[in-house]
């Protein structure tokens, strides 16, 4: 068999004009000229340790290893299969040349062929170990996308369960108060009053938490529809804040407007809905924040708004800066761990129904936020020790982008105790 030796070069430079012209041959040869060379040499030295006879455990690894070579640069099995063909001519043409036809030729010619055949299997058996790789990773990916599939259903049918336990509770108000009225039980006009008082607050209860599955129902089949426009933040701020005032009120809590003094610019952005995550954020901050133990201070709600340049902030999708809100409280906090769940629909953080309302509010307000272009998170407050939640809304085209500091006149900012 050494006599194929001689012709060793003559294969390599076969080879490498043939492989070359492979439908994928481009992408694998990153190296030019320099890589053929190379590659040159170590076919020759691939088909010398064919010869040698010698089929260990070490042969076959080294086998195995160019095969995986072959996998890791990208080159698709038949490809191989295929080249290995034009070693199989080129060698049966050499020993067409080199013996006489006589049953020599045809020991060595089977000889050959066993020998391609063995290097073929075990280049390829990388291939099907990166298979059998590649098969093990994606039954995991399954797996885990399985788990979470359960996992989603499974917060999906106990948030299912808690809602439909808050709507009964208004329904069932305004079911009895209404009956009470109507079977004549009141006694004074006042009483009757104050009964329909509740009633019309369970139903506006209601009507929230119906909004907040409508809204949800909407995101959820990719159909929330925003009207985006050049939108001033005083009106939505000056417009939304009394809606809070009574609330806040109520529980004894400071409200306080630190960007009274402030000129803000436009943003672009939905009002509707812009007022609709301010006034979330805002009944969040009051319904977590308690009322104050007697000799210690009042809680306290403010709200906060900067200018981030685009220069500051990854900018908006047309080079514009934003404004950033903060909603800061001093109320029970939220654990870290916890922070991003709040925001994650049919998750309950600590703004579950256990505290009233559908326990949606937080991931409608990313929801539309991002539809906005900003973008919402929880910052500080560690549990006990109160929650800044900030929302960013991209500035309006030619707003002034000078970069101002929170405001902090808090004196003169508040606007109710
Ligand atoms: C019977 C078929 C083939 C044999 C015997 C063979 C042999 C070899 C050998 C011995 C090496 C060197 C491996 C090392 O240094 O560890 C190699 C590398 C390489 N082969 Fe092949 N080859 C075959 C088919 C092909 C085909 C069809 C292509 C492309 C169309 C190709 C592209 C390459 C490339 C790009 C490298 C370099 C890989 C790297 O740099 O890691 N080979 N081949």
Redesign the pocket.
Known sequence: MEALEKYLPELAER?YSQ??H?P??FR????GDA?IA??KQ??Q???KALFCGVYDHAYAEERY??GY??V??G?EQK??????G??RAFLSECLLLEFPASDVRLRYARAVSKM?DL??NL?CESYMHASMQNLRALNEHLERANRDLAEASRSKDEFLAQVSHELRTPLNSILGFTKLILDGLTKTRDEERELLRDVFSSAQHLLGLVNDILDIGRIEAGRMAVRVEDVDPREVLDSTLPLITIPAHEKSLELCDETRNTELPLVRADEVRFRQILLNLLSNAVKFTPPAAPGEPAGRVSVRARVLPASDAPAAPDGHGFLRFEVVDTGVGIQEEKREAVFELFVQGSAGPRHGGSGLGLAISRRLVQIMGGAIGIENGDAGSGTTVWFTLPLAPNQAEQVAPFAHEKPAARVRK
């Open positions: 080879f492989i070359p492979h994928n041959a694998v040869f990153s190296g890589q190379r590659l170590t076919l030295a691939w088909a290893q160019i070579r072959h890791r640069v080159l490809y191989v299969i295929s080249a290995m034009i070693v391609l290097d073929l280049m």
